[in-house]
T-cell receptor, first 111, second 112 residues
Framework: NAGVTQTPKFQVLKTGQSMTLQCAQDMNHNSMYWYRQDPGMGLRLIYYSASEGTTDKGEVPNGYNVSRLNKREFSLRLESAAPSQTSVYFC??????????FGEGSRLTVL | LAKTTQPISMDSYEGQEVNITCSHNNIATNDYITWYQQFPSQGPRFIIQGYKTKVTNEVASLFIPADRKSSTLSLPRVSLSDTAVYYCLVVVGNNAGNMLTFGGGTRLMVKP
């Protein structure tokens, strides 16, 4: 039982490159979330998915796209990376009782 | 969404009880309160949640007054390993996928 798994854990990109952060959960969560956390700051919600096939914008969606491929997987895509997107990205799944379970994070550096 | 306000930071010493208060003046009738703990380089970890009065588990207690406009996370006899950031969230209580936003959290430093 891995919980919430994020890949890759580390990534370095050049400005303008694209990439996809993968998130998979084996806890049968209906809802999934993507957050970013800049150094010394709190978490900011990028996108979330209430259920398979649905996605909604969070607080800071610009520059990102998401796909809820199935119940298990929720991916985050950066189409044209910018230095301002250097951050740690966390994916989370939410139990029906409300608790969020987070992955270990993906550290992204954009040069 | 109910906005939350917490102290930015707190200091304590090992063995003391620590109380972190969160204000959520515009909490709605069906909303409940959830607290998370985050260590450096890790994702937040669920600690406790409650709707009213008092909830206790093996880690902490959560006190919610009758008007529910604030809540207090109580950590008994803290140790150095409790040094972390603590976040208060107000969650809409319909079990649907909701927009869950974190505030800045409270940075707790436990000193020897």
């Amino acid at each position: 039982n891995a919980g919430v798994t994020q890949t890759p854990k580390f990534q370095v990109l050049k400005t303008g490159q694209s990439m996809t952060l993968q998130c998979a959960q084996d806890m049968n969560h209906n809802s999934m979330y993507w957050y970013r956390q800049d150094p010394g700051m709190g978490l900011r919600l990028i996108y979330y998915s209430a259920s398979e096939g649905t996605t909604d914008k969070g607080e800071v969606p610009n520059g990102y796209n998401v796909s809820r491929l199935n119940k298990r997987e929720f991916s985050l895509r950066l189409e044209s990376a910018a230095p301002s997107q250097t951050s740690v990205y966390f994916c989370a799944g939410r139990r029906n009782t409300g608790e969020l379970f987070f992955g270990e994070g993906s550290r992204l550096t954009v040069l | 969404l109910a906005k939350t306000t917490q102290p930015i930071s707190m200091d304590s010493y090992e063995g003391q009880e620590v109380n972190i208060t969160c204000s959520h003046n515009n909490i709605a009738t069906n909303d409940y309160i959830t607290w998370y703990q985050q260590f450096p380089s890790q994702g937040p970890r669920f600690i406790i949640q409650g709707y009213k009065t008092k909830v206790t588990n093996e880690v902490a207690s959560l006190f919610i007054p009758a008007d529910r406009k604030s809540s207090t996370l109580s950590l008994p006899r803290v140790s150095l390993s409790d040094t972390a950031v603590y976040y208060c969230l107000v969650v809409v209580g319909n079990n649907a996928g909701n927009m869950l936003t974190f505030g800045g959290g409270t940075r707790l430093m436990v000193k020897p």
